[in-house]
């Protein structure tokens, strides 16, 4: 005979749910109500395959506990189009889109018996991508190819000193009636990469120079 399900089992029983929408969280430093979404913790553990002649066995390895990703809203948002960057050499007017600088740390593994622990290795900024514009005059390639010159001068072969092409760049981010709310200064900026851009007689389209810049490190300063 087969067996009867309880009642309680098919039945609908009446709960409160918990809602993605009612949390807090507390980060030193951070003002919690600026943190608009989350995810709950998540752990994995890996696989380990035991092979025995023609089959293959599971049982479970190490476990990590996955990143957890947190997103960030002003009250007052920052806007991507507020922004001023000066160069030495290149007119504001002509930068048409940055990034932000970005660290990424190495993870350093600490592996113990069953269980994996992390803590943070080196620290290393990541290249910045720039974008501008090529204007008749005056001629951001020209101003762009004085700064290589300095990395490299291409009729002589002559490499310059890192004092000469190294340079310090300020960057702002502003607000909505133009007063600066964020400034950040990039210590030691080379050029990585220059890329001259594209022509294409199918196109009114400007010309763009898209640049690579590294630097030594960050520093925002309000």
């Known amino acids: 005979m087969a067996e009867l399900l309880d009642p309680s089992e098919i039945m609908f029983t009446p709960f409160e749910p918990k809602t993605q929408n009612r949390f807090i969280m507390y980060i030193e430093g951070i003002p919690a109500f600026t943190i608009k979404a989350m995810n709950r913790p998540s752990i994995q553990f890996d696989e380990v395959i035991l092979e025995h002649i023609n089959v293959k066995r599971?049982?479970?390895g190490k476990g990590a506990w996955q990143p957890s990703e947190i997103m960030f809203t002003p009250f007052e948002p920052k806007t991507q189009n507020r922004f001023i960057m000066f160069i030495e050499g290149i007119p504001a007017f002509t930068i048409k889109a940055m990034n932000r600088p970005s660290i990424q740390f190495d993870e350093v593994v600490l592996e113990h018996i069953n269980v994996k622990r992390y803590v943070k290795g080196k620290g290393a900024w990541q290249p910045l991508e720039i974008t501008l514009y090529?204007?008749?005059?005056?001629?951001?390639?020209?101003?762009?190819?004085?700064?290589?010159?300095?990395?490299?001068?291409?009729?002589?072969?002559?490499?310059?000193?890192?004092?000469?092409?190294?340079?310090?760049?300020?960057?702002?981010?502003?607000?909505?009636?133009g007063d600066i709310v964020e400034e950040w200064t990039l210590k030691g900026t080379y050029i990585e990469a220059a890329n001259f851009g594209t022509m294409d007689y199918a196109t009114s389209d400007p010309v763009e120079i898209a640049l690579t810049l590294k630097y030594d490190y960050a520093i925002l300063q309000f």
């Not at 005059?137 to 002589?156: D, G």
């Not at 004092?163 to 909505?176: A, C, E, H, Q, V």
């Open 58 to 60: 599971y049982v479970k």
């Open 134 to 177: 090529d204007p008749v005059v005056p001629s951001a390639a020209q101003s762009v190819m004085e700064w290589v010159r300095e990395h490299h001068e291409s009729v002589t072969g002559r490499q310059g000193y890192s004092d000469f092409y190294k340079r310090d760049i300020t960057f702002n981010l502003l607000g909505p009636v």
